[in-house]
């Protein structure tokens, strides 16, 4: 039975196609404009090029009869043909050297160094330290950085460090420029960067258990604001019911007592 079907020889697949210039146009319109470069008559050039910026317009109908939107859609029409569509446009035809641009590419930092706890920006200050001139400032710069690094070992290795590791550790990042044992001053010492650490800790998560308790007073306080319209809610829909009710009640009497006198009349 599937013998007598006729199957396609080649399948059309979007990836085997044209990259699209502006996607959130779709193919359907890249092809409407490359039938319009197609047609001979300028006069039925410029019909089709109105009726494709209609059909690009109702893409965003609340913004298809703005002016400055219309400008938009008549340049990326001509962005879109490779600016190879001859139409009468209302506007000024874009240039095809201004209207293309190519993003530069953005460097990431691949360095991977030898101790990953100091980071990359430490590696940055020590090239900086080794450029300024000897003196109190360089010394006082050294010192910070050495601390710093001393602070992230620390970090890393909870227990304990020895200053010497820091002193081979930056002799060793600086390439042999900065040596620790030529600096009068020492390092910090390691009970007061422990403490220091332990504060960090200690605030960021006080901070994040206050909004934790802020998020909860939030959620409870937008809960009993609903439970309490819910609750009014209802004692206007019993009141509503009492009062339809009593005016029965009242309806239904009054029109026993009538039926009651007009009986006695009568009699």
């Known amino acids: 039975m599937f013998k007598d079907r006729e199957t396609p020889s080649e399948l059309s697949y979007n990836s085997n196609k044209d990259r699209l210039i502006i996607p959130e146009y779709g193919r359907i319109i890249v092809d409407y404009i490359n039938r319009a470069i197609q047609i001979e008559d300028k006069e039925q ?24 939107f219309q400008h938009k859609l008549w340049d990326q029409l001509f962005i879109m043909s490779d600016f ?29 160094p030898k101790y990953r706890f100091y980071g990359n920006n430490i590696l940055n200050m020590i090239n ?33 460090v020895d ?6 550790h930056m002799y060793e990042l600086s390439k042999g420029a900065i040596d620790l044992r030529k600096i009068e001053d020492s390092l910090l010492a390691t009970n007061n960067l422990i403490r220091v650490n ?3 800790n200690a605030k960021l998560n006080q901070n994040s258990v206050l ?12 809960r009993n604001s609903h439970s309490q319209n819910a609750s009014s809610h209802n004692n206007n829909n019993r009141r509503a019911n009492n009062y339809a009710n009593n005016g029965n009640d009242n309806s239904s009497s009054s029109s026993k007592n009538y039926y009651k006198n007009n009986n006695k009349k009568q009699k």
């Open 45 to 68: 050039r410029n019909q089709a090029a109105q009726y494709i910026i209609k059909v690009m317009g109702s893409f965003n109908t609340h913004l298809r009869d703005v002016p400055e």
């Open 211 to 222: 909004q934790q308790q802020n998020n909860e007073v939030g959620y409870t306080r937008t």
């Open 163 to 168: 200053d010497s590791v820091i002193e081979a």
């Open 198 to 200: 332990k504060k960090q």
């Open 128 to 160: 900086v330290a080794k450029d300024w001139e000897d003196g109190d400032m360089k010394n006082a710069l050294i010192m910070s950085i050495a601390n710093h690094m001393k602070k992230c070992y620390l970090k890393w290795n909870e227990e304990s």
């Open 84 to 112: 190879k569509l001859d139409v009468d446009s209302p506007y000024p035809k874009p240039v095809p050297t201004t209207s293309k641009y190519t993003a530069q590419k953005l460097d990431y930092p691949q360095r991977k």
